[in-house]
């Protein structure tokens, strides 16, 4: 059966960069298109010699037991237009020349490990082309994230068909090669990327909030063991996702959402943003340990509006539906349409119309790619300074869509954050001991209860596993 499949689906080449210990071996075989349930194939033998790597259909993708079954997202991060305060300091920004002769390095959090990975690299917003010369992965020193040095023996170099330099066109993504660099559930993974020309542009692309250390050094540095004297900022720039070959019950929560998910208010580099803390307590449970948490949040982010990045239905496409191996989506947005509607009556009322027909608009498109939906409500702004409006139009506002959501059954399930953060004494205002102190955004602890509020059985493949 399996020669007659490989004879009668169409192939494509599969080529695997490993990470043993002679890091230019190449694997290639054959990888058939849908969704793979049999296994890797591989091994590396002697001092460099490779048998063929043959990926084949044929054992069912909800079958835990496959070693390998498909492409699943294990993290994540928004691409948007980088703001002029959020450009790298000089001399790494030069007029329309960004990242000449330069050296980023990035820490990432790996949500559930795999030992096959690839990685995606955007330039979404860019006014030109991006050439990057070379790029590598390794393991942070200690383990640590958000720090400098690498354990050098771990360095491996990254390839994209074969070649490690590439040119990303203007609006473009690419995804490399696989890569055998097996990497641990909740651990850390430095990325390291030498960029020779830069980018001719001062329109490129990142990720402002990423509430996690980068380091840049002129000068190619790649595989250096650490950066001494390299300046620091607290951006991601063009990577935008990892994926691992996982089992055929791995699968991806990818969240959407604004500086609440983007994790303002919680520590930089200590990973305990609400959706860290989700993907803890989801470890914590043997029925949900295969899944991982796709952190889409873009600080200042709004359903129906540009704003600071894309609104929700312009970038629903990409940060979404072109995740890889999708199956529950959280919507947490609003509040910024809100907030910066003016605070009218007629104006607040329009809002939150606008706002409940985007809701819809997202379930119906996830929906038609087989993605279940989940709606959080809305969490109080009272007492916010920007926000918060004598005349009370803009709370009023933020009640009508909380009650769409928990009463319209529209979404297949009801996130009730309100309830879980909000004042009991106060309900307009966040539980001050979870109010990072602007009365919109949360400390750690906050976020916590905002993950702790989500049931586990949301995320069963298997219903019969049962709730916790």
Same mark, same amino acid.
């Given at each position: 059966?399996?020669?007659?499949?490989?004879?009668?689906?169409?192939?494509?080449?599969?080529?695997?960069?490993?990470?043993?210990?002679?890091?230019?071996?190449?694997?290639?075989?054959?990888?058939?298109?849908?969704?793979?349930?049999?296994?890797?194939?591989?091994?590396?033998?002697?001092?460099?010699?490779?048998?063929?790597?043959?990926?084949?259909?044929?054992?069912?993708?909800?079958?835990?037991?496959?070693?390998?079954?498909?492409?699943?997202?294990?993290?994540?991060?928004?691409?948007?237009?980088?703001?002029?305060?959020?450009?790298?300091?000089?001399?790494?920004?030069?007029?329309?020349?960004?990242?000449?002769?330069?050296?980023?390095?990035?820490?990432?959090?790996?949500?559930?490990?795999?030992?096959?990975?690839?990685?995606?690299?955007?330039?979404?917003?860019?006014?030109?082309?991006?050439?990057?010369?070379?790029?590598?992965?390794?393991?942070? =020193?200690?383990?640590?994230? *958000?720090? !400098?040095?690498? #354990?050098?023996?771990? /360095?491996? +170099?990254?390839?994209? $068909?074969?070649? @490690?330099?590439?040119?990303?066109?203007?609006?473009?993504?690419?995804?490399?090669?696989?890569l055998d660099f097996p990497v641990a559930t909740?651990?850390?993974?430095?990325?390291?990327?030498?960029?020779?020309?830069?980018?001719?542009?001062?329109?490129?692309?990142?990720?402002?909030?990423?509430?996690?250390?980068?380091?840049?050094?002129?000068?190619?540095?790649?595989?250096?063991?650490?950066?001494?004297?390299?300046?620091?900022?607290?951006?991601?720039?063009?990577?935008?996702?990892?994926?691992?070959?996982?089992?055929?019950?791995?699968? =991806?929560?990818?969240?959407? *959402?604004? !500086?609440?998910? #983007?994790?303002?208010? /919680?520590? +930089?580099?200590?990973? $305990?943003?609400? @959706?860290?803390?989700?993907?803890?307590?989801?470890?914590?449970?043997?029925?949900?340990?295969?899944?991982?948490?796709?952190?889409?949040?873009?600080?200042?982010?709004?359903?129906?509006?540009?704003?600071?990045?894309?609104?929700?239905?312009?970038?629903?496409?990409?940060?979404?539906?072109?995740?890889?191996?999708?199956?529950?989506?959280?919507?947490?947005?609003?509040?910024?349409?809100?907030?910066?509607?003016?605070?009218?009556?007629?104006?607040?009322?329009?809002?939150?119309?606008?706002?409940?027909?985007?809701?819809?608009?997202?379930?119906?498109?996830?929906?038609?790619?087989?993605?279940?939906?989940?709606?959080?409500?809305? +969490?109080?702004?009272?007492?916010?300074?920007?926000?918060?409006?004598?005349?009370?139009?803009?709370?009023?506002?933020?009640?009508?869509?909380?009650?769409?959501?928990?009463?319209?059954?529209?979404?297949?399930?009801?996130?009730?954050?309100?309830?879980a953060v909000r004042d009991p004494a106060n309900?307009?205002?966040?539980?001050?001991?979870?109010?990072?102190?602007?009365?919109?955004?949360?400390?750690?602890?906050?976020?916590?209860?905002?993950?702790?509020?989500?049931?586990?059985?949301?995320?069963?493949?298997?219903?019969?596993?049962?709730?916790?």
């Amino acid at each position: 059966m399996r020669s007659r499949l490989r004879s009668i689906v169409k192939s494509q080449v599969f080529r695997v960069t490993t990470a043993a210990a002679v890091p230019s071996i190449v694997i290639t075989g054959l990888f058939t298109t849908g969704v793979v349930g049999g296994a890797v194939k591989a091994s590396i033998q002697g001092s460099g010699n490779a048998s063929s790597a043959v990926l084949v259909r044929g054992e069912s993708p909800s079958n835990p037991n496959a070693a390998f079954g498909h492409w699943v997202g294990v993290w994540a991060a928004a691409p948007q237009l980088t703001e002029p305060s959020n450009m790298p300091p000089a001399p790494f920004t030069n007029g329309n020349l960004v990242f000449a002769d330069s050296t980023v390095r990035q820490s990432i959090h790996v949500t559930v490990g795999g030992r096959f990975i690839r990685l995606r690299f955007s330039n979404a917003y860019g006014g030109a082309d991006l050439p990057i010369t070379s790029i590598s992965v390794a393991r942070p =020193a200690g383990g640590a994230a *958000g720090v !400098s040095a690498i #354990d050098p023996a771990t /360095s491996r +170099t990254v390839t994209f $068909d074969g070649r @490690t330099a590439i040119r990303i066109p203007v609006g473009a993504q690419m995804v490399s090669d696989p890569l055998d660099f097996p990497v641990a559930t909740n651990s850390n993974l430095t990325v390291t990327i030498y960029l020779s020309a830069g980018q001719a542009s001062s329109a490129i692309t990142s990720h402002p909030g990423s509430r996690t250390t980068t380091y840049m050094l002129v000068g190619n540095h790649l595989n250096d063991a650490d950066l001494p004297g390299a300046a620091s900022v607290a951006h991601w720039y063009f990577l935008s996702g990892l994926e691992a070959l996982e089992p055929g019950n791995t699968a =991806a929560i990818d969240v959407v *959402g604004d !500086s609440l998910t #983007d994790g303002r208010g /919680s520590t +930089t580099n200590g990973d $305990d943003k609400w @959706t860290d803390q989700l993907f803890n307590r989801l470890q914590s449970h043997p029925s949900t340990r295969s899944r991982t948490v796709l952190n889409q949040g873009l600080g200042g982010n709004r359903i129906l509006n540009d704003g600071l990045g894309p609104n929700v239905l312009a970038r629903f496409d990409r940060d979404v539906l072109a995740q890889t191996g999708t199956r529950w989506l959280i919507v947490w947005e609003g509040v910024n349409d809100i907030g910066t509607a003016p605070a009218t009556e007629a104006d607040q009322k329009q809002v939150a119309a606008d706002i409940i027909a985007a809701y819809q608009q997202i379930i119906t498109r996830a929906h038609a790619a087989g993605i279940s939906v989940y709606g959080a409500t809305i +969490t109080p702004f009272g007492g916010n300074t920007g926000y918060d409006d004598p005349t009370g139009f803009r709370a009023e506002a933020r009640q009508t869509v909380n009650t769409w959501i928990r009463t319209s059954h529209q979404f297949d399930a009801v996130l009730d954050f309100d309830a879980a953060v909000r004042d009991p004494a106060n309900p307009r205002q966040i539980n001050p001991i979870y109010d990072v102190g602007d009365h919109l955004h949360m400390t750690p602890a906050g976020y916590g209860q905002v993950a702790a509020s989500i049931p586990f059985d949301l995320f069963q493949l298997d219903p019969s596993a049962g709730a916790a």
